[in-house]
């Protein structure tokens, strides 16, 4: 058991060595010190300034989400599900639609966009940890006669939440590469990307992609640990009934409308208005067999590097719930390559997979590098997902797997199936979609004459044609609708478990 | 039926991994078939491997890159059979890196002049633009530019657009600027044209030509054939139209150009059909019709110079016609520059606000 674990965090840890490897060259170092005396403090406070900002205002704007997870109101699931849609949206998309309408550039504007594309996040692990608080809390607010503060009385229990959440949009925002390359803005990520590929020694490319990797995987390792323990708490397992539904009234019912209301405008009506109109426009002139082809192509893609995700996540969950705290370590270190910037991690697989060996090359052909990188980004998300699910199973369980020899790992996801499932089926939703909208790993990665639907969208937005991206991209929304929805339910089943 | 689920994702994983499987298998070297590693843009070379494709039946897959060319091809240097690239300096990279392999064509060397090709054969340029200066028809006078330095001076400033410091166009016409005016010359422009920039880098060219016409800016430094390309498209039409190109440094030597370059990747098994492909790349028709497509100048065309490109540099009186004088810096030269060159883009803190 241990030494699958062992197998998968040291596959899931190959990037990371890589990078670190790549990094000790002749001018690695001398760039490195010269970058510091130069350029690089601006940077990196121009990305840290990005981060704070962009999870504080997401924190805001999901507020509407942290309302309409205690209260009954008219409309609420509704609200639920609107709130999500930016999801659909890739953040770079939400700049570039900014840009092409408000001319929008510059710092404000891509804290503005990372706030709303982080919005839904805050939303839905908020949400679905308010959900998961015992029923009994509002009998006792309602004896009490504190009903109508409930909101006030129960946010404290969402604040671990809350804040692993924030972390993670701070995460996101830090390592954000391509909404900043739209906007203008020269974050410590982007200048990583442009050392890279400007100057002619890797090293230096390698040491500074470290150098910005290092902050968010400190953030990382702290926030997705956080994550994986949500919902886990000793007064949530003792009960039965979940879910606080405090009833809103009158004026009052609108209150949750008008808290999610500029999360709304900004993430659902201005840009699905945009993009509806552009589409209609460019619908005719758009060739329906290219178009097809690549949004099947997206699909097999990320479907493979969501399930490649799965399957390097399940043995270090295995693990955990067999071996205890040693495999804690392998999913601390599986954790890792979440947090690596997916600009760094794709430089990193192309690293990792060199021409020169024929076997190598053969392996690194076609779209597999690209289906590692999405695996190797996306099993820590199934590893938090499964250690949350694990805490909420009953302790008993996998002792008695162990005791009459069932412990292996066919037994142990066919026993735990009940647990396991919706929590592994919301973090491949989760991963699915992340791995639709990525340009970073499937434009440094890309296959020979395979391009993703979001890469082609990226590239031609490039060269300022982002209306004629409009049916391209409003095709890559329709793909996450089912995997959001997924997502959703999911996630607000499994918080009532 | 609580198994259902289940089974329906079995399926589903089954098949995906199938076809991922399938999708992954190297396939089998192929005489019919040409692999291209680009930078360019697709729609400018798209059309072009269509018709060779049609031509002769040999099927052209390309990959669409956006950085870091050299760096996949150093990578993987067995994936591609060749790299097509819209800036040549890239290619005397790869050259001194092992990448490439002589080209060994009657064709090519009849058709491309001698010094729009490699000395050994490494590599050729098939076209080039001028790194030039659009500037507002209504906000500046053609008389008030002369030269790029002069865009460092006083009375540009908070006047002036540019991308990226660190894009390759960029890297190339100051790496181009170091060998003619010397390094601490160009410091004092990256630096003095970092002070007078209206807005941080950002953007395309065209980009740049859009925020003259958004009052952003009145000068901008871009490549001459986005001119073209702008006045061609019905909704980029009134950026070209708000803009004119300038060719500085006509009295100084001439404008910098930038060549776009093809080259065979030393790893290529399809040696006669990528040959063919750069063969067909440089003959009179297709020149003419890059000409046509591209705005930009082809090294071997025989149709004139396009209506749009005859107007560039209009009020200019060295240039006639849109012929202007060009200064011709070597690419092992312009390539040798390109650390020092990010190295003062750094000291400049040229792309921060």
């Given at each position: 058991v241990r030494a699958g674990a062992a197998i998968a965090a040291a596959i899931l840890g190959l990037p990371i060595a890589t990078i670190a490897i790549r990094a000790v060259g002749p001018g690695g170092l001398d760039a490195l010190g010269h970058l510091a005396q130069t350029a690089l403090p601006g940077e990196l406070a121009v990305g840290a300034l990005v981060a704070i900002g962009a999870s504080a205002l997401a924190a805001l704007l999901a507020l509407g989400g942290l309302a309409s997870s205690i209260h009954d109101f008219p409309g609420r699931a509704l609200l639920d599900r609107l709130a999500l849609l930016p999801m659909l949206v890739p953040s770079w998309y939400l700049a570039l639609v900014a840009r092409e309408l408000g001319a929008a550039r510059g710092l404000a504007w891509l804290v503005l966009v990372l706030g709303v594309s982080g919005a839904p996040l805050v939303h839905l692990v908020v949400g679905a940890a308010l959900r998961a608080v015992p029923s009994a809390y509002g009998d006792v607010l309602r004896l009490a006669g504190r009903s109508r503060a409930a909101a006030w009385h129960l946010a404290p229990l969402a604040f671990p939440a809350l804040g692993a959440t924030i972390a993670l949009v701070a995460l996101a925002a830090w390592a954000d590469a391509p909404s900043a390359r739209v906007l203008g803005v020269r974050t410590a990520t982007v200048s990583a990307l442009d050392q890279w590929s400007a100057r002619e020694d890797a090293s230096v490319g390698a040491l500074l992609g470290l150098a910005v990797a290092l902050p968010s995987l400190l953030v990382g390792f702290v926030a997705l640990g956080r994550v994986a323990r949500l919902g886990a708490g000793d007064d949530a397992r003792a009960s039965h009934e979940r879910g606080v539904r405090v009833p809103l009234e009158g004026p009052r019912a609108l209150l949750p409308w008008l808290l999610a209301l500029p999360q709304l405008a900004l993430g659902v009506v201005v840009p699905g208005a945009a993009i509806g109109a552009w589409t209609m426009a460019r619908m005719p002139r758009v060739d329906l067999g290219t178009l097809g082809a690549d949004a099947a192509r997206t699909i097999l893609v990320a479907g493979a590097g969501t399930l490649l995700a799965g399957l390097l996540a399940l043995p270090i969950v295995h693990a955990i719930a067999l071996a205890g705290r040693g495999a804690r370590v392998a999913a601390r270190l599986a954790l890792l390559p979440f947090a690596l910037p997916t600009v760094v991690l794709a430089v990193a697989v192309l690293w990792m997979t060199?021409?020169?060996s024929p076997v190598l090359a053969a392996l690194a052909d076609g779209v597999a590098p690209l289906v590692f990188a999405f695996g190797v980004h996306g099993a820590a998300v199934f590893v938090g997902a499964g250690l949350a699910a694990l805490e909420r199973a009953a302790r008993g369980h996998v002792a008695v797997l162990r005791l009459v020899g069932r412990a292996g790992l066919g037994s142990f996801v066919a026993h735990l199936r009940p647990a396991l499932g919706p929590s592994l089926g919301a973090a491949a939703a989760f991963v699915f979609l992340q791995a639709l909208d990525d340009v970073s790993l499937s434009i440094v990665l890309a296959p020979f004459g395979a391009p993703s639907v979001a890469a082609r969208v990226f590239q031609l937005a490039q060269v300022e044609r982002v209306r004629d991206t409009a049916v391209w991209m409003t095709v890559l929304a329709l793909l996450g609708v089912y995997p959001l929805v997924t997502l959703a339910r999911l996630g607000e089943s499994d918080s009532r478990r | 039926m609580r198994k259902r689920p289940w089974q329906l994702a079995r399926l589903v994983g089954a098949v995906v991994v199938g076809a991922a499987l399938a999708a992954c298998a190297r396939k089998p070297a192929a005489p019919r078939e040409v692999r291209v590693l680009t930078d360019r843009t697709e729609a400018h070379v798209a059309p072009l491997f269509a018709e060779f494709e049609r031509a002769t039946g040999v099927h052209v897959v390309p990959v669409y890159l956006d950085k870091g060319l050299v760096a996949r091809l150093e990578s993987r240097p067995t994936e591609a059979d060749l790299v097509v690239t819209k800036d040549a300096d890239l290619l005397e990279i790869a050259r001194k890196k092992g990448l490439l392999q002589p080209l060994d064509s009657e064709k090519v060397r009849e058709a491309v002049p001698a010094r729009f090709r490699e000395p050994s054969g490494a590599y050729f340029s098939d076209a080039y633009r001028a790194r030039a200066i659009f500037y507002s028809r209504e906000r500046v006078k053609p008389e008030e530019l002369s030269t790029y330095?002069?865009?460092?001076?006083?009375?540009?400033k908070g006047r002036v657009c540019i991308r990226s410091g660190y894009h390759d166009y960029n890297l190339s016409l100051f790496g181009q600027m170091i060998e003619a005016y010397g390094a601490e010359r160009t410091r004092a422009f990256v630096k003095g044209l970092r002070r007078n920039l209206a807005r941080p880098p950002q953007g395309d060219d065209r980009g740049q030509a859009r925020a003259i016409f958004e009052k952003t800016c009145d000068v901008a430094i871009a490549n001459s054939y986005y001119m073209g390309i702008m006045l061609s498209s019905a909704e980029q039409r009134a950026w070209g139209e708000a803009s004119a190109v300038f060719f500085p440094d006509q009295q100084q030597g001439g404008t910098f150009i930038l060549r776009s370059g093809l080259a065979l990747t030393k790893a290529t098994g399809a040696t006669d059909a990528a040959k063919a492909l750069l063969e067909r790349l440089v003959q009179p028709d297709v020149q003419d019709r890059i000409a046509a497509m591209t705005f930009a100048y082809p090294v071997?065309?025989?149709?004139?110079?396009?209506e749009v490109n005859q107007h560039l540099g209009e009020g200019q009186p060295e240039v006639a016609r849109g012929v202007f004088r060009v200064r011709e810096i070597p690419l092992d030269a312009i390539a040798a520059r390109r650390d020092e060159v990010v190295r003062m883009l750094d000291e400049a803190r040229f792309d921060q606000p």
């Open positions: 060199p021409g020169t | 330095e002069a865009l460092a001076e006083p009375k540009w071997a065309g025989k149709a004139p110079l396009s």
